[in-house]
């Protein structure tokens, strides 16, 4: 008996085998990989969208040759959502968006509210949500993926690497994903933050191929820092510096570098290697009061003064040069914060709800307005490793 059924099983398992394939499969020869996503204010329509195309082989360096790497291509619309399917007005393959990298969003549009399609990017099941949701800081966010670089020959593939190496090396850009801003923007405790980046020198030059043909381009976009929200509004933005500070409260930097007056008109830099943060948030004298404590690792890079090394009290003073300086770097955020825009981006209100979660549920529906009056204490301890591969300053040895 077990035989015959064994005997019946195997031909019905090698006919599965055979037949079955993926049912929404896509040939790649036949596929325009979309890598990043421009959304405008458009002229006739709602919207503007505009993506970046590339073409393989041009983008491979075996093969690569004297074409353009990527097609930029434009249509305009009410909807979004409708928008990504209509690209063969102009496109002659289907359009594939699994492998977009960065979705640029104008600042007009990005004042006026991103609700109407960030539920589309939240629930598309192709966009993958890895990619980096930017605003376009001055300048359209369809020029953003124009500009061309000779080293990523795509715009988009060019400031992804950009956005990540700035974040592991200086801790200048907030790291912003569609995932991120969703969590911030239903949160009672949170606002989202969004990277921001504009372009420096002639948008127009920065079309052309010959822009990656000059060791000085005519263009090239740059991270500008990042740009606050409230709730799905921008409100404003903080510098590449300030963002550093910004993150040092959510405990994401990796490493940086600070710099700090020594003597007059002198200065000393030193570079972070190693970072931690905590955060307590509860309410104080009937005032929410906000606790950071921030201690860093680092290392001598340089120094225009001639304190002399080998003391242990020129450490001491330096590394109090140090703490001052970033005490005063995220005091100075987060009231910027406070008073001028009343938004929580830090997401103090969150560590609030798990810390003290019988006050924070009085006044979650208006904690911003809360946040705004908030007392902030920040203590930063440094502690300097070493000095390089010197310890003294050449700069003593005609002393």
């Not at 005997?7 to 049912?23: A, E, K, M, R």
């Not at 291509?73 to 399917?85: C, H, R, T």
Request: glycine share 6%; hydrophobic share 35%; net charge positive.
């Amino acid at each position: 008996m077990m035989t015959r059924i064994i005997g019946l099983c195997v031909p019905l398992l090698i006919i599965v085998v055979v037949v079955s394939g993926c049912w929404d499969r896509k040939e790649l020869n036949a596929t325009s990989l979309i890598t990043g996503i421009a959304i405008d204010k458009g002229e006739l329509k709602k919207y503007k969208l505009t993506t970046e195309s590339i073409i393989e082989t041009e983008i491979n360096p075996k093969t690569g040759g004297k074409a353009t790497p990527s097609i930029i291509f434009s249509l305009e619309g009410d909807m979004i959502a409708e928008l990504v399917n209509r690209l063969n007005i102009g496109f002659t393959r289907s359009s594939t968006y699994s492998h977009v990298q960065v979705i640029v969003i104008s600042e007009k549009v990005a004042k006026e509210g991103l609700l109407e399609f960030i539920d589309f990017l939240d629930r598309n099941r192709e966009i993958r949500n890895e990619y980096n949701l930017i605003i376009a800081k001055g300048v359209p966010a369809s020029d953003v993926l124009k500009v061309s670089y000779p080293l990523q020959k795509s715009s988009s593939f060019k400031l992804k690497a950009q956005l990540e190496t700035m974040f592991k090396d200086y801790g200048g850009d907030p790291q912003s994903t569609i995932k991120n801003f969703v969590s911030s923007l239903i949160s009672k405790g949170r606002e989202p933050v969004l990277t921001a980046v504009t372009i420096r020198g002639d948008a127009e030059k920065g079309k052309r191929k010959s822009n990656m043909e000059t060791i000085e381009p005519d263009a090239m976009v740059l991270l500008s820092g990042t740009a606050i929200f409230k709730g799905e509004r921008l409100q404003g933005y903080l510098d590449v510096d300030d963002t550093r500070y910004y993150l040092w409260t959510q405990n994401k930097i990796k490493s940086t570098s600070i710099t700090a007056p020594c003597g007059e008109n002198k200065l000393i830099t030193v570079h972070i290697f190693n970072s931690h943060s905590k955060v307590k948030s509860y309410y104080k004298d009937d005032k929410p009061f906000i606790q950071i404590s921030v201690t860093l690792e680092a290392k001598m890079d340089g120094t225009q003064c001639r304190d002399d090394m080998r003391k242990l009290e020129t450490f001491n003073h330096y590394q109090s040069l140090i703490e001052e300086r970033v005490k005063a770097g995220i005091k100075g955020i987060i009231e910027k914060a406070q008073k001028k825009y009343s938004s929580d981006i830090f997401g103090f209100g969150e560590v609030m709800n798990r810390q003290d979660y019988h006050n924070f549920k009085r006044v979650k529906e208006k904690w911003n307005s809360e946040f705004a009056k908030a007392d902030i204490d920040v203590t930063v301890d440094v502690k300097m490793r070493y000095t390089g591969l010197k310890t003294n300053t050449f700069l003593n040895e005609n002393n």
